[in-house]
């Protein structure tokens, strides 16, 4: 049995808010799962379930490292004693490294690990025999499609996870993502996710080829349907397929002579000032990978 815990941080980042899970792992003992915030209220709603549900927790299953999943699950360590489960190479404070393909047996019911990255380098998914059922984390989200950003997104090995997924897993009853709804068609989720992401460079190649252009000229083009607000979202997935095509020497990036305009630099680096509070600047760090380092305005252009 599967319930979910919506966290009270609802963003345009987050959707309704990051999606915790509990789950019934044997007669008194439950798995949660990404515990989201550390929010007083969101952490007691996890122990009050317990309590009415006569059980404990056996372990806290964390999805990836970014603010707004893991920072409950140390919260939640510390009310109930539950050892924190993360990958081995993510950074907060877990008890057991998780590698890929770990099978993570309880009394009644097993999970598969797999180390999905690409969002995030960290970032697992969690497979649940019993109910054909893939807790994604932010690889595959209810609605929408997730964000894949530099430095810690990789476009190339995000796509090789959903491949992965759909291969492995097309045949999953549900998915229950880390923000929004479940889905319940996985196969045809996978299929849109992957479809999205050649189409969309595919766009960035058909421009190219008509002349090269920068970042923003790119995103001024093919986002033009979407809202301004945006724009530095979409800034920092065209950044992750152009690092993708440069990669494989497909693309090349050369420093314009003129510094950006106020406009363009705007896109680039965004004012995470005029975000409503700490949590809010913290997690659009993690989630965009902006406010790292200055870029300098760079013209692409396809070779060959
Ligand atoms: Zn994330």
Known sequence: MVTRMRAPNPSPMTLDGTNGYIVRVGPGALVAIDPGIEDAAHINAFLDAARRAHAHFAAIFVTHGHPDHYPGALALRRA??????????????????????????FEDT???????????????????????????GDVVIGTGTVVIAPPG????????????????????????????????????????????????????????????????ELVAAIYAEVSTALWPVAARQVLAYLIALEREGRVAAEPLARAPSAAEAALLDPDLGALADDAERALARAELGIGTAAEPLLCYSLVG
């Open 153 to 216: 997104g990789d476009m190339r090995v995000y796509v090789a996870s959903l491949e992965r997924l759909l291969r492995d897993y097309g045949h999953a009853d549900v998915i229950y993502g880390g923000h929004g709804p479940a889905v319940r068609r996985p196969r045809v989720k996978l299929e849109e996710y992957i479809a999205h992401r050649r189409a969309r460079e595919e766009q960035i190649i058909t421009m190219l080829e008509r002349a090269p252009a920068t970042i923003p």
């Open 80 to 105: 109930t004693r539950a050892p924190i489960f993360a990958h081995r190479s993510a950074t907060f404070g877990y008890d057991r490294p998780i590698d890929d393909g770990m099978r993570l047996t």
């Open 110 to 136: 097993a999970f598969v690990a797999l180390h999905a990255p690409g969002h995030a380098p960290d970032h697992l998914v969690f497979w649940l025999e019993s109910e054909r059922a893939l807790f994604t």
